[in-house]
């Protein structure tokens, strides 16, 4: 994925982060609970994704370096 494309989707899930958690907490304080656990269950998914996907990123990163560094040598 290209760095243009790939900012504009991180922006999209900020997005949808924030309006994740204000959706399910306007919805818990108004009594509708069912559909804030539903919401809160997607926050979760999302955020879990997010930090796999973070994880691995920074996985490559590492590899790439440290095999570049063994290679020198």
Known sequence: MNEKRKGKFQI???FLIMLLIVSA???LFLGHYKVTFVLFGILMLLMSFISNWTGTDTEVYLYKKIHKNNKRW
Do not use: E, G, M, T
Request: aromatic share 34%; no cysteine; charged share 0%.
């Open 12 to 14: 999209f899930l900020i």
């Open 25 to 27: 907490f306007v919805l």
